[in-house]
T-cell receptor, first 117, second 115 residues
């Protein structure tokens, strides 16, 4: 069975601070995909990144960066110089890679990030 | 990019009535769609997998007679919450992958309140 753990339920920071959101996953699949989504109060899920299990290169996109460590089954997300608009719930998710599954996702519990001015 | 449209975005209904939620893939065909439910301050949990032209597959603990899923075309799946009760109040969100794809595109979600 697949499982995603986001141990941090809530994080509160002051604007311009860096913040890292942790994600640890469990899967028996050798091929899988990892995702991060942002969910603002409106509820819509905003796609941030997808990473496949064979690509352990870290990625940077503007103020966002992701650290994929297969050895520790972690896929952590860092926001540099946080802003108030970053306040949201962030979900880490895992999907099977089987074509027939069409990417059904297992979500973590989510981390509520609050960035205070 | 691929777009999935979900309607309505918000609905309030009386206890005992039924509510239908639509999920449409606007610029691609989706033989499979997924329905998730999210209770306040909780994670998203997969409820069921909607399969075009065949019966939906429900996750353990989800009542198939209460949550009716119909996937009659390659671009539309509907979720009907029958005989809704206040405990069904939740955020329902659908997703659809491109055929053979590993990325899911999400609808905007539907916030259901049963009074």
């Amino acid at each position: 069975a697949q499982k995603v753990t986001q141990a941090q339920t809530e994080i509160s920071v002051v604007e311009k601070e860096d913040v890292t959101l942790d994600c640890v996953y469990e899967t028996r699949d050798t091929t899988y995909y990892l995702f991060w989504y942002k969910q603002p109060p409106s509820g819509e899920l905003v796609f941030l990144i997808r990473r496949n299990s064979f690509d352990e290169q870290n990625e940077i996109s503007g103020r966002y960066s992701w650290n994929f460590q297969k050895s520790t089954s972690s896929f952590n997300f860092t926001i540099t110089a946080s802003q108030v608009v970053d306040s949201a719930v962030y979900f880490c998710a895992l999907s099977e890679a089987l074509e027939t599954s069409g990417s059904r996702l297992t979500f973590g519990e989510g981390t509520q990030l609050t960035v205070n001015p | 990019g691929a777009v999935v449209s979900q309607h309505p975005s918000r609905v309030i209904c009386k206890s005992g009535t039924s509510v239908k939620i639509e999920c449409r893939s606007l610029d691609f065909q989706a033989t499979t769609m997924f329905w998730y439910r999210q209770f306040p301050k909780q994670s998203l949990m997969l409820m069921a997998t909607s399969n075009e032209g065949s019966k939906a597959t429900y996750e353990q603990g989800v009542e198939k007679d209460k949550f009716l899923i119909n996937h009659a075309s390659l671009t539309l799946s509907t979720l009907t919450v029958t005989s809704a009760h206040p405990e069904d109040s939740s955020f329902y969100i659908c997703s659809a992958p491109l055929t053979g794809g590993t990325e899911a595109f999400f609808g905007q979600g539907t916030r259901l309140t049963v009074v």
